[in-house]
């Protein structure tokens, strides 16, 4: 379940809500964000389970950010060639990139799917729930080309613990990926951080999910406070700031769609001070 706010310009959502597009005892699949710069998604992936055929998109990037166990990636022209993934890993398949992932273990898997920009997913998922098997069929996605798709090199796979870090006072700042429909930054915070100033932006989405710890959102005039596996996302032109109440630190994944060059200002602002 989402709560909209102001007209649907953001979208709150605590830890199991979402529109479930998949809800059996074994696996779970809910949507998240739907707008056409960006499709949010949430997997719980059982044990063993395969994913989809090795494929390629044409028109957005398709990627992954694990939230818990192991998920195994097939990327690039080499089926063979298998990134297996546990929480914190980031992988994502540009256009032309070969890509499939499955859950080879034996532990149930979390994990974020990103499609930048949307392409049409949501409504895919949608029609492929509601049995619209035709409709579902004439989404961005294709069998792998002759010649194999992109290099492997084309494809983004950032591991644990790894991700350019730029240096700042309180935080910890992580760069995951950074393309022009998607920027991608883990980022943890101390109570003496910030605040960020309610602000907008006119030309993007950007999406909070907590990991660990609480944040507060001012959203509009309204003050929420929210916990682990909670989503904040401000679509364009929604004001919105936050600050970490405290006691502990807290961490989140922060997704930007598309980008409008926030990471390098980060940089900028770093080697100034």
Same mark, same amino acid.
């Not at 309180?170 to 995951?176: A, M, P, Q």
């Given at each position: 379940?989402?709560?909209e ?7 709150l959502?605590?830890?199991g809500e979402g529109?479930?597009v998949a809800?059996l005892?074994?696996?779970t699949?809910l949507?998240l964000v739907d ?5 949010l998604?949430w997997?719980?992936y059982p044990a063993h389970?395969?994913?989809p055929?090795?494929h390629i998109?044409k028109?957005h990037?398709?990627a992954?950010?694990v939230?818990s166990g ?5 990327v690039?022209?080499d089926?063979s060639h ?8 980031f992988?994502?398949?540009?256009t032309?990139?070969?890509h499939?992932f499955?859950n080879e ?5 979390t994990?974020?799917n990103?499609?930048? @920009?949307?392409? %049409? ?6 029609? +492929? ?5 035709? /409709?579902a $069929?004439?989404f ?7 010649d194999?798709?992109k ?8 591991? @644990?613990g790894? %991700?350019?870090?730029i240096p700042?006072?309180? +935080? ?5 990926? /950074?393309? $022009?429909e998607?920027?991608v ?5 101390d109570?003496?951080f910030?605040?960020?100033?309610p602000?907008v932006h006119p030309?993007?989405?950007?999406s909070?999910?907590v990991i660990e710890?609480?944040l ?8 929420v406070?929210?916990?682990?596996g909670?989503?904040?996302a401000?679509l364009?032109?929604f004001r ?11 961490r989140?994944?922060?997704i930007?769609?598309?980008?409008d060059?926030?990471?390098?200002r980060?940089r900028r ?5």
């Amino acid at each position: 379940m989402a709560v909209e706010l102001d007209v649907g310009q953001a979208v709150l959502l605590r830890p199991g809500e979402g529109e479930a597009v998949a809800d059996l005892p074994e696996k779970t699949l809910l949507l998240l964000v739907d707008h056409e710069a960006l499709a949010l998604t949430w997997f719980r992936y059982p044990a063993h389970e395969d994913g989809p055929e090795r494929h390629i998109h044409k028109t957005h990037t398709d990627a992954f950010y694990v939230l818990s166990g192991e998920v195994s990636f097939r990327v690039g022209p080499d089926e063979s060639h298998v990134v297996r993934g546990t929480a914190g890993t980031f992988v994502a398949a540009p256009t032309g990139v070969v890509h499939t992932f499955a859950n080879e273990s034996s532990e149930e898997a979390t994990f974020l799917n990103i499609h930048a @920009p949307n392409a %049409g997913f949501a409504d895919m998922l949608r029609a +492929r729930r509601d049995g619209r098997h035709e /409709e579902a $069929d004439r989404f961005d996605q294709h069998p792998p080309p002759a010649d194999g798709g992109k290099p492997l090199s084309e494809a983004i796979v950032v591991r @644990p613990g790894e %991700g350019e870090v730029i240096p700042g006072e309180h +935080r910890d700042f992580v760069v995951k990926a /950074e393309l $022009d429909e998607l920027e991608v930054i883990e980022f943890a915070c101390d109570p003496e951080f910030g605040p960020v100033d309610p602000h907008v932006h006119p030309d993007k989405i950007d999406s909070f999910l907590v990991i660990e710890g609480e944040l507060e959102f001012t959203l509009e005039d309204e003050t929420v406070r929210v916990g682990p596996g909670s989503l904040v996302a401000a679509l364009p032109g929604f004001r919105h700031g936050f600050r970490n109440p405290g006691p502990g630190r807290a961490r989140f994944v922060n997704i930007h769609a598309p980008s409008d060059g926030f990471i390098e200002r980060v940089r900028r602002d770093a080697r100034r001070d």
